[in-house]
């Protein structure tokens, strides 16, 4: 595990891509990334709100064809808590530059803007060895996810 101070070097991105902060992906092209990962996509009408109760995101686009090919997006309770989502890259030859790009520059903005926070990231295993290029330790306890789905309880309390 890399401590703190003990930062990797800055990844490059390959060449014909270019890293986007400022302008919001629309939800169709974020769905089409996240189906090309077979991760599970969203309804479109869902994603401004998403994209609402974000600190911010990043997005990889491909310079020739404006195509999002990779995305992360970052919410927190801005006090003890930061979350990165949707972690995703184009699966190819780049796939694991382009997510080493996406974590590296996420962690950064962590850092820099949250740096007491803990940080969960929500992520395919395709994104494994990026983690841990990172200094994540994965599943330190054995424990892959937890979550629990809610039901409305209509007419009982």
């Not at 740096?115 to 060895?129: D, Y």
Request: charge should be negative; proline fraction near 8%.
């Amino acid at each position: 595990m890399l401590s703190f101070l003990q930062q990797p070097s800055v990844p490059q991105l390959p060449e014909g891509y270019r890293l986007e902060t400022g302008e919001v992906p629309s939800p169709a092209a974020i769905n089409r990334l996240l189906a090309s990962c077979q991760e599970s996509t969203h309804p479109e009408e869902l994603w401004p709100k998403a994209m609402e109760r974000s600190l911010w995101q990043i997005s990889i686009l491909e310079e020739s064809t404006g195509e999002l090919v990779g995305f992360v997006r970052a919410t927190s309770d801005m006090a003890l808590n930061a979350n990165l989502w949707n972690l995703s890259a184009r699966p190819g030859p780049d796939q694991g530059r382009l997510l080493t790009v996406l974590m590296h520059r996420a962690l950064h903005i962590l850092r820099r803007d949250l740096p007491g926070c803990s940080l969960s990231v929500s992520a395919p295993a395709m994104s494994l060895e990026a983690l841990k290029g990172q200094g994540f330790v994965i599943d330190p306890s054995g424990i892959r996810a937890m979550g629990l789905r809610l039901k409305s309880t209509s007419g009982t309390d």
